[in-house]
T-cell receptor
Framework: GAVVSQHPSRVICKSGTSVKIECRSLDFQATTMFWYRQFPKQSLMLMATSNEGSKATYEQGVEKDKFLINHASLTLSTLTVTSAHPEDSSFYIC????????????FGEGSRLTVL | GNSVTQMEGPVTLSEEAFLTINCTYTATGYPSLFWYVQYPGEGLQLLLKATKADDKGSNKGFEATYRKETTSFHLEKGSVQVSDSAVYFCALISAGGTSYGKLTFGQGTILTVHP
């Protein structure tokens, strides 16, 4: 079946540094990918919609300069947390749509970011 | 706005026990409802879905019925196995939603099944 892979699965960094998380669709092309974050005991919240070849669409309240999204190819989207702070520590998950519009949705394994 | 509320976990059961994970939602109109499951070290996977009132989604022995009158979509399984240990997420997408990526999720419920 279709697989979406995220890397790294866990990352620990110092406050002030930037961290890049990759999301790859391994056996299909994804024109649209999504990024979510989950704080402990809270829901998965959609952060942004990543569109191949164009700018990402951010949800209300998500800082676009803080969370840089690049969808440079049909199989790769990256999320860069810039100048990370402890409050950015969270579980980040990506998903990719196979097909157009209401195509099937596949999720990555998630990436746990801890900022010291 | 839309919201999904799941019963708090963790839920711990013995093998062959009956499972219920409650899920209620708030949304306008008739949203589509989903249950996703995340096994350790893996991504979320669609477990089952229902797109209109009174629909029953089912898969791998799990069932959930779309109850419009109680705005609920409770997940049930008659006899759980150790391999069912995972995190379960209830989710919805608004009526007329054009992209399954814009899901609203519950907070997830951890299920642990002991032999």
């Amino acid at each position: 079946g279709a697989v979406v892979s995220q890397h790294p699965s866990r990352v620990i960094c110092k406050s002030g540094t930037s961290v890049k998380i990759e999301c790859r669709s391994l056996d299909f092309q994804a024109t649209t990918m999504f990024w979510y974050r989950q704080f402990p005991k809270q829901s998965l919240m959609l952060m942004a919609t990543s569109n191949e070849g164009s700018k990402a669409t951010y949800e209300q309240g998500v800082e676009k300069d803080k969370f840089l999204i690049n969808h440079a190819s049909l199989t790769l989207s990256t999320l860069t947390v810039t100048s990370a702070h402890p409050e950015d520590s969270s579980f980040y998950i990506c998903s990719a749509v196979r097909g157009v519009g209401t195509g099937e949705l596949f999720f990555g394994e998630g990436s746990r970011l801890t900022v010291l | 706005g839309n919201s999904v509320t799941q019963m708090e976990g963790p839920v711990t059961l013995s093998e062959e026990a009956f499972l219920t994970i409650n899920c209620t939602y708030t949304a306008t109109g008739y949203p589509s409802l989903f249950w996703y499951v995340q096994y350790p070290g893996e991504g979320l996977q669609l477990l089952l879905k229902a797109t209109k009132a009174d629909d029953k989604g089912s898969n791998k022995g799990f069932e959930a019925t779309y109850r419009k009158e109680t705005t609920s979509f409770h997940l049930e399984k008659g006899s759980v196995q150790v391999s069912d240990s995972a995190v379960y997420f209830c989710a919805l997408i608004s009526a007329g939603g054009t992209s399954y990526g814009k899901l609203t999720f519950g907070q997830g419920t951890i299920l642990t099944v002991h032999p």
